[in-house]
């Protein structure tokens, strides 16, 4: 059986956990490791329950708290090669990275634990890289896709076939324009690099929805520019129009900095 948990995501910090039957992976390390700690007693697991790690990007609500879990919990990163150079000379890693660093190879499947095998695909977004997530673990596939300036048609392949989708639902356009940033972030947001919107994420859905989709959970929700009810509503219509009863999915939202309910995935 697979389990999911989001230990937060946004713009405070990215951080969730994948357990399978003897194995667990942690995706992106944004939270601070004190309160990983706290959060992983509470679900009666430790670091040493944590087999390896995987990073999807090099900024700072994903890795700020990497260096310290290479340095205390010791766990495989497992990322591309050209993130790893990015994260080689990061001032948050740099120090500590070095003994962790397991490279991906593309376009096979990559065994990073006895549980999980992982095949990355990139995604447009202003870091070094980003990629996303298809992860494999016992019949079950589970795609992440998060920070994408706009969709591919590689991260829609993936998604079609999944059982869970965990897909950026930023901002809502409205209120991003009509919001205080200042332009020039406006238009890093919105212009094909920076993240997807409520109303893109709900273009995606029909694209890749399909029979076997279990659950979809939105992520990375913008505190300034959205609000879960915006986004749950925009997806919820997407599923509709499809012709797919929303009551067939588990439709969820994983909020800025809470922890999320241990999905039996």
């Given at each position: 059986?697979?389990?999911?948990v989001?230990f937060?995501?946004?713009?405070?910090?990215?951080?969730s956990?994948?357990?399978?039957?003897?194995?667990?992976?942690m995706?992106?390390a944004?939270v601070?490791?004190?309160r990983v700690?706290?959060?992983?007693?509470?679900?009666?697991l430790?670091y040493?329950?944590i087999?390896?790690?995987?990073?999807?990007h090099?900024?700072?609500?994903?890795i700020?708290?990497?260096?310290s879990?290479?340095?205390?919990v010791?766990?495989?990163?497992?990322?591309t090669?050209?993130l790893?150079e990015?994260?080689s000379r990061?001032?948050?890693t740099r120090?500590w990275?070095?003994?962790?660093?397991?490279?991906?190879?593309a376009?096979?499947?990559n065994?990073?634990?006895?549980?999980?095998?992982?095949?990355y695909?990139?995604v447009?977004?202003?870091a070094?890289?980003?990629?996303g997530?298809?992860?494999r673990c016992?019949?079950?596939l589970?795609v992440l896709?998060?920070?994408m300036?706009?969709?591919?048609?590689e991260?829609?392949?993936?998604?079609s076939?999944?059982s869970?989708v965990v897909?950026?639902?930023?901002?809502d356009i409205d209120?991003?324009l009509g919001?205080?940033?200042p332009?020039e972030?406006?238009d890093r947001?919105?212009?094909?690099?920076?993240?997807?919107?409520?109303?893109?994420?709900?273009d995606a859905?029909?694209?890749?929805?399909?029979?076997?989709?279990?659950?979809?959970f939105?992520?990375?929700?913008s505190?300034?520019n959205?609000t879960?009810?915006?986004?749950?509503?925009?997806?919820?219509?997407?599923?509709?129009?499809?012709g797919?009863d929303?009551?067939t999915?588990?439709?969820?939202?994983?909020?800025?900095g809470?922890t999320?309910?241990?999905?039996?995935?």
């Amino acid at each position: 059986m697979m389990r999911f948990v989001s230990f937060s995501s946004g713009s405070c910090g990215n951080c969730s956990l994948l357990t399978g039957p003897s194995s667990a992976i942690m995706i992106d390390a944004g939270v601070g490791i004190r309160r990983v700690k706290k959060e992983l007693e509470a679900l009666r697991l430790s670091y040493a329950d944590i087999s390896a790690i995987l990073i999807t990007h090099d900024h700072g609500d994903h890795i700020r708290s990497l260096g310290s879990f290479c340095k205390r919990v010791t766990a495989p990163v497992w990322t591309t090669p050209r993130l790893h150079e990015a994260l080689s000379r990061h001032p948050f890693t740099r120090d500590w990275i070095g003994p962790c660093r397991q490279d991906l190879q593309a376009g096979v499947w990559n065994p990073v634990t006895e549980d999980f095998d992982v095949q990355y695909f990139v995604v447009p977004h202003d870091a070094t890289q980003c990629v996303g997530y298809a992860i494999r673990c016992g019949g079950e596939l589970f795609v992440l896709m998060t920070d994408m300036g706009h969709t591919t048609g590689e991260a829609l392949s993936w998604a079609s076939q999944a059982s869970t989708v965990v897909i950026e639902s930023n901002y809502d356009i409205d209120m991003l324009l009509g919001g205080s940033y200042p332009q020039e972030l406006k238009d890093r947001i919105s212009h094909g690099i920076g993240h997807l919107s409520n109303e893109e994420c709900a273009d995606a859905i029909p694209q890749f929805i399909h029979e076997g989709l279990r659950n979809l959970f939105l992520c990375h929700l913008s505190g300034e520019n959205n609000t879960p009810e915006l986004a749950y509503e925009s997806a919820r219509r997407a599923v509709a129009r499809t012709g797919r009863d929303p009551g067939t999915i588990n439709l969820r939202v994983l909020r800025r900095g809470e922890t999320s309910p241990f999905f039996n995935l």
